[in-house]
T-cell receptor
Framework: GAGVSQSPRYKVAKRGQDVALRCDPI?????LFWYQQALGQGPEFLTY????????KSGLPSDRFFAERPEGSVSTLKIQRTQQEDSAVYLC????????????FGPGTRLTVL | EDQVTQSPEALRLQEGESSSLNCSYT??????LFWYRQDPGKGPEFLFT???AGEEKEKERLKATLTKKESFLHITAPKPEDSATYLC????????????FGSGTKLNVKP
């Protein structure tokens, strides 16, 4: 595709529900990152994939957060038993190659947990 | 601990009034420093990468500079369409996979 796309753009969940957020990267991009951006803050690293391998998940805030990229393309970030503190914008970014610096971001998914 | 601090948090300028945004950082070996622009409801958009002290890059009314401790984003004769949040991020030399972002400077340019 022409750019990184994310769906849904907006998600409202009741506390305790599970949610799944999708990222469609630019075709052929090897590296994929997930970030969490709270209101008025910069993006915070969650996890990193190189192709289908999840090489760094040190930023995931709890074991309720899980990410996968099974075929090295589309990625899904899953949050189980959502809490109010999970409310944020979740951004996906991709780079063409490993070690390439220019990150291309998607528009984000705004998650609101009631 | 790797850290990025941006100042000011918010900046209001009149159209044509030049100014600078600051990004100070501490990182265990800098591989790259990045500037992004973020409009409301959108993801960050890449502007510049700087790799070494003394390096400068320009794009239209924007110019980014880098020292060993900080980076500046200079905005010359800004226009209302330059209004956005400007984010700075650093990439450590010992971990290419992580980018540490500052909280951003929200710029508002009045006509």
């Amino acid at each position: 595709g022409a750019g990184v796309s994310q769906s849904p753009r907006y998600k409202v969940a009741k506390r305790g529900q599970d949610v799944a957020l999708r990222c469609d990267p630019i075709s052929g991009h090897v590296s994929l990152f997930w970030y969490q951006q709270a209101l008025g803050q910069g993006p915070e690293f969650l996890t990193y994939f190189q192709n289908e391998a999840q090489l760094d998940k040190s930023g995931l805030p709890s074991d309720r957060f899980f990410a996968e990229r099974p075929e090295g393309s589309v990625s899904t970030l899953k949050i189980q038993r959502t809490q109010q503190e999970d409310s944020a914008v979740y951004l996906c970014a991709t780079t063409r190659d490993r070690g390439t610096d220019t990150q291309y971001f998607g528009p984000g998914t705004r998650l609101t947990v009631l | 601990e790797d850290q990025v601090t941006q100042s000011p948090e918010a900046l209001r300028l009149q159209e044509g009034e030049s100014s600078s945004l600051n990004c100070s950082y501490t990182v265990s070996g800098l591989r790259g420093l990045f500037w992004y622009r973020q409009d409301p409801g959108k993801g960050p958009e890449f502007l510049f990468t700087l790799y070494s002290a003394g390096e400068e890059k320009e794009k239209e009314r924007l110019k980014a500079t880098l020292t060993k401790k900080e980076s500046f984003l200079h905005i010359t004769a800004p226009k209302p369409e330059d209004s956005a949040t400007y984010l700075c991020a650093v990439q450590a030399a010992n971990n290419f996979n992580k980018f540490y972002f500052g909280s951003g400077t929200k710029l508002n340019v009045k006509p």
